[in-house]
């Protein structure tokens, strides 16, 4: 069975928005052997794509000559948001197609276009955290969760900026071919497999990452490689070259918490995401970001999450599936 993928392109789109889930679904056909997809680019008027970074794709034909599609993605970019004309196009285009297509998506800002079209009034959706003040204003009807990489309601699937486009395509993958099909891709493509549509886009390390400076801005990049190791204040003080005391001094200005509280904090969510997307025990879990005893460990996921290990995986593997 071939799933015909159309990837919506219009003057200025982000170029990565379109290649990333194409090379997705490519990648899909390759690693099966077979024709699971095929993957068509639209264009208004069937003309060249000109992407913001100035990288042009070719289109396969005009959005009024579209062949019936099992899947439609509309990609983000600046003109949707500041271009009121062809965001009311595609998003009459959108909804005409509504009906004869199995799924809907946007990446980043195609938010706006699905937005325009109608299909999301009444549903959970999201975008780019940058833009989703002004998504939620231009269009109260839509359910906008501004934190989540990607949203799957029904029919219609957003996600956040940019590279979230290859999570949700992942998901996807796995909808249509099975989760083996779906982790091969990600080792293909070299990138972090399941991160679930419910994790934040702007995580804890990345936001530990954008206050650093000065000593403290390789550290922020080495810690969540190492939570299997001895993370105790006198080894990172050591990494950045500062005694104990003024380390500890300096790290809770600069962050409003202690290293060992955030030290907690990397481990505790990497051990929830890992709880998530793997079948290891949860003492097997434990050990891998740096708990040595099940006992702590559990004492610790319960004052973070407010459940234990067994039920937050039990909660959310279920809810995932």
């Known amino acids: 069975m071939t799933r015909r993928i159309a990837l919506v392109g219009y003057p200025s789109a982000n170029g990565l928005d379109l290649a990333g889930p194409c090379e997705a679904f490519a990648s899909a056909n390759g690693l099966t052997g077979s024709a699971a997809y095929e993957v068509l680019m639209l264009s208004p008027d069937g003309e060249p794509i000109r992407s913001e970074s100035g990288l042009t794709f070719l289109a396969d034909v005009a959005l009024d000559a ?44 195609g938010f706006y276009a699905l937005a325009a079209s109608g299909v999301l009034d009444g549903r959970r959706a999201t ?17 906008l969760e501004p934190d989540a990489i990607f949203i799957r309601d029904g029919a219609v699937s957003t996600s956040a900026g940019i ?70 204040i006198e080894r990172l003080a050591g990494r950045v070259n500062f005694s104990p005391r003024h380390f500890a001094r300096v790290f809770k200005q600069t962050f409003g918490l202690t290293p060992a509280e955030h030290v907690e904090q990397l481990r505790l969510d990497e051990a929830a995401q890992r709880l998530i997307a793997s079948g290891l025990t949860l003492e097997a879990i434990a050990q891998s970001v740096g708990y040595q005893g099940g006992d702590t460990f559990r004492r610790a996921f319960e004052r973070r999450f407010g459940v234990s290990p067994s039920s937050y995986r039990e909660r959310f593997a279920a809810a995932a599936a």
Do not use: M
């Not at 975008?127 to 359910?143: K, L, S």
């Open 163 to 232: 590279t979230a486009g290859i999570d949700l395509a992942l998901a996807l993958i796995e909808e249509d071919l099975g989760p083996s099909v779906s982790l091969a891709v990600a080792r293909e493509l070299v990138v972090y497999l399941k991160r679930s549509g419910g994790q934040l886009q702007y995580s804890e390390p990345l936001r530990f990452q954008v206050r650093a400076s000065g000593r403290l801005a390789d550290l922020a990049a080495w810690i969540p490689g190492h939570l299997d190791e001895d993370l105790s």
């Open 127 to 143: 975008t780019h955290w940058r833009h989703a003040a002004d998504a939620a204003r231009r269009f109260p009807n839509v359910r």
């Open 66 to 109: 579209a062949p019936p599609l099992d899947t439609l993605i509309v990609p983000g970019g600046a003109r949707l948001r500041t271009d009121a004309e062809l965001r009311e196009r595609l998003g009459r285009w959108v909804a005409a197609r509504a009906a004869g297509t199995r799924r809907i998506v946007s990446v980043c800002t």
